[in-house]
C-alpha cells in the first residue's frame, strides 16, 4: 500500500510539471507591466485611464464638457462617498483617543513610521517639496481627490482620481486594482487586430493610446 502511494503521488507530480508554464503563471500576482493611456471617445464620466509604475490617474471629463448627455456620472459620487476612508489623510486637529479610534476604525491602514523612515533616507538636498511628496505616494496607498473640482494641473484640462501605489492583480486577461486591500477597479483586457482595450464592470471599452487627448 506504501508503495503505491508513492506511486500515485509521483504520478501527479509529473502531470503537474507538464501543465503548460502559462496555466501556474496566470494565477499568480504580477505587477502591472504596461505606462500609458486608456481612452474612450463616448460622452462619459470618465474619460479614461492613465497608467504609470506608481499610480493610476482616472481621468474625469471636464465640468465645462459635461451635459444631460453625458452618462455614468453617479461613477464620481460613488468614488466620493464609498472611498473618501481611503484618502490617507490625517486630520491634525483630532485628539489623541479620535486618533486611536480613527486608527482602529482603518485597519488596513499603512505603516506610517515605516514609510516616512524609508523615505526620509532617499531625501536629497537638492530636492522640492514636491519631489518629497512624490516619494511617499508611490509607498502610500491612498486615493487623491484633490483635483477633482480644482483642474489647474490636469492634463488637457482633465479633472482627475488619483491612486497611489495601487496593489494590481492579474489572472489571465482579468485585472484587479486594490488599494488598502479593497478593490476599486476592475478591467477584462483584450488584444486583436484593432489594437489593446479594456472593459470596466460598466460594460465601458478604453482603447490603448500612445498619446493624451
Do not use: C
Not at 12 to 27: D, E, F, G, H, Y
Not at 124 to 151: C, G, K, S, W, Y
Not at 156 to 183: G, M, N
Amino acid at each position: 500500500m506504501k508503495k503505491f502511494m508513492l506511486i500515485l503521488v509521483a504520478m501527479l507530480l509529473s502531470l503537474t510539471l507538464l501543465l503548460p508554464q502559462s496555466q501556474v503563471v496566470a494565477q499568480e500576482n504580477t505587477d502591472f507591466p504596461y505606462k500609458g493611456y486608456y481612452l474612450t471617445e463616448e460622452n462619459r464620466m470618465i474619460q479614461g485611464f492613465v497608467f504609470d509604475d506608481a499610480s493610476i490617474m482616472i481621468l474625469l471629463r471636464p465640468e465645462n464638457q459635461r451635459d444631460d448627455e453625458t452618462k455614468n456620472t453617479e461613477r464620481l459620487f460613488e468614488f466620493l462617498n464609498n472611498y473618501q476612508g481611503l484618502t490617507g489623510m490625517i486630520d491634525p486637529t483630532m485628539d489623541a483617543d479620535e486618533f486611536k479610534k480613527w486608527q482602529e476604525e482603518n485597519l488596513n491602514l499603512p505603516d506610517y513610521a515605516q514609510i516616512y523612515t524609508e523615505v526620509a533616507a532617499q531625501i536629497t538636498p537638492e530636492m522640492t517639496r514636491q519631489d518629497i511628496d512624490a516619494l511617499i505616494d508611490a509607498q502610500d496607498p491612498h486615493i487623491d481627490f484633490a483635483n477633482v473640482h480644482h483642474n489647474f494641473n490636469a492634463p488637457s484640462d482633465y479633472q482627475f482620481i488619483t491612486l497611489h501605489a495601487p496593489t494590481i492583480e492579474r489572472s489571465q486577461d482579468l485585472w484587479l486594482v486594490k488599494i488598502q486591500t479593497q478593490r476599486i477597479l476592475r478591467f477584462e483586457y483584450e488584444e486583436d487586430s484593432d489594437g489593446e482595450t479594456i472593459t470596466d464592470d460598466y460594460g465601458v471599452t478604453y482603447t490603448k493610446s500612445d498619446t493624451m487627448p
